[in-house]
């Protein structure tokens, strides 16, 4: 008995140990392992786990954190499996971002892209491991960091040799790659240094290479070029991304000598590329090349200009083509979505839906934007005549022979004024609007050649044939009651519509004697005056029906919580937007402003896709 009390103390001491064993577990928040399982240079500053296993495997932890260069060479000497050569990529740029070293940053793009495309025979990584995607982000900001942009502006740089840590980057630049709509692409910014402010959404394509927003700079010489750029603004910003093609990148990182190639490939062009006989897709950010687009005042007081003086862009008889503008140059097999801004307004109200329409990819491989912007204080007849000319030349000269059958499959969207002008090209409204005018009939008229062409594009409509569906953005219909307000009054006193326009006014009226045509024309009407309930011509468009080939949608904006049928959206009432023989209706609460809207922008996603879904792609489409 006593040996037995005598091993009790020892007994006790054995159990307390192994209450403290050196290995074992302890339980913590989910969060907090997974925060330790995914931590990852580019999010903590420090090497994942992965990384920090291969170092403590090859009994390099103590040199890594006395010497990182020489932790980084001896791994780079050693067998490169694939677990070493992504650690070789996280270390390199763990290294440039110490010592913000180009060479380094370079370094850790070209081991990410030996990790991801390791050449014939070489095992690459499943998507599912983790590894994979950090692999495409270090690469993506390896090349944002490592390459030398400005030099892209030069116009003696087609490529070079860039020193890296263990070898030679020898790289090759095609400077026709620059050339986009009529421009010389420069000014190259990445998109990783946005910050986006103004819209709801950032969005931005998951893929490789590294994402930049270009400006527009030289124009390119030449007629062709010339053509391009009529329908694409200085101002545009264009999303684009780098891609640094290294072949047989892995058996290369041993000879130190790694021929590469720099391609500069925009969004519109494609957004994804071959790679080892695989389609990969391409990093882009759509939302930040957007949101410097509208930057800055100039684009918003361009607002108010257009609205108080109809000059800023007058156009009598020649098609106001450049009124038209593309958010990317045209490319056949893809359907046009045509935005129309409303009154004192501009295109810029529409960022926040052409924002979602990008992001969406069947819309995006399925349609172009387009948007239209115009003097919204000229007379809706006249804007909307001016609207559909330039809409006619704009398809013919993109299309001569009609072979393009998506480019006539056209979808126009249009917000409050521009919902009228919307309307005007899907309607026949025979002789009714001059009736409004004058007891004679039109050929009965005494007119100069330019008065014939203002007129009877102002005054006479039929059905575009290439417009198949509408969209009316809360639209008066019936008028808006704002106008008959003392603000409403006050403004149009101050609205001006172009000398030109004016003139020709006075001149037809003092030629033909006509006591109705003298009262109606007794000054030009402006758009507020057409948009004032009970205007005639605001009435005589009411009257006409959307023609049977076209299919019409309402959106109609409500504020507040009440009955929709008795609310307004602070501009427009609903009973005044309200439209029979549409093929939907929705009611949003928002005010008048609604283009960006979630529900509006929902509605007009669902429209588009419905559309699509009933049009084949044409024989010219591009994906």
Known sequence: MRRVRSLAPLLAVSLALACASPTGIRRVDGREVHRTLTANVLSTGEPSVPTRNVLQRMGLRELFERDP?????????????????????????????KNRDRARYLAAAVYAWAYLFPGPGGEKPRATDPRYRLACDLYNRGLTEGIDLPALEDARWSGGRIQLPFGVLDVQFDRSELAWGGWQLGNFLPAAYFEVRGLRNRYRFPGVGAPVVASLGEPIAGESAKQLRVHISRRLKVPATALLRIEHARERLTTGSLPARLELITQDERRAVEIEGEMVPLEFETSSALAYTVEGPPVWLRELGAFFYGGILPRLTAPAVEQILFLQPYRPGRMPVVLVHGTASSVVRWAELVNELQS???????????LYSYDSGNPIGYSAGVFREALRATVDSLDPEGRDAALRQMVVIGHSQG????????????????RNLSRKTFADMKLAPEERIVLERSIFFTPLPFVKRVIFMATPH????????????????????????????????????DDLLI????????????????NPFLKTL?????????????????????????????VVRYKSAY???????????????CQGNPGVIEEVRRILREHAALTRPSSGDAR
């Open 519 to 534: 009262r109606r024309l007794d000054r030009p009407a402006t758009a507020l005056d057409n948009m004032t309930p009970g």
């Open 69 to 97: 260069a020489a932790a980084i060479d001896a791994i780079h000497g050693s067998e490169l499996r694939p677990g070493r050569v992504f650690a070789l990529a996280e270390l390199s740029f763990w290294l440039g971002e």
């Open 419 to 434: 919902g009228l002008l919307t309307k005007l090209t899907a309607v026949d409204s025979g002789d009714r609007f001059w």
């Open 478 to 513: 019936r008028g808006s009651y704002l106008t008959l307000e003392r603000l409403g009054r006050w403004a149009a006193g101050f609205v001006e519509v172009p000398n030109g326009l004016s003139q020709l006014t006075y001149d037809f009226v003092a030629r033909n004697r």
């Open 542 to 570: 009411l009257e006409l029906h959307v023609a049977p080939e076209v299919t019409a949608h309402s959106i109609i904006a409500v504020e507040g919580d009440g009955a929709p049928e008795e609310g307004a959206d602070g």
């Open 360 to 370: 969406d990819p069947l819309i995006w491989d399925r349609y172009q934007i387009w």
């Open 579 to 593: 439209l029979e023989h549409v093929e939907s209706t929705l009611v949003v609460r928002s005010s008048h402003s």
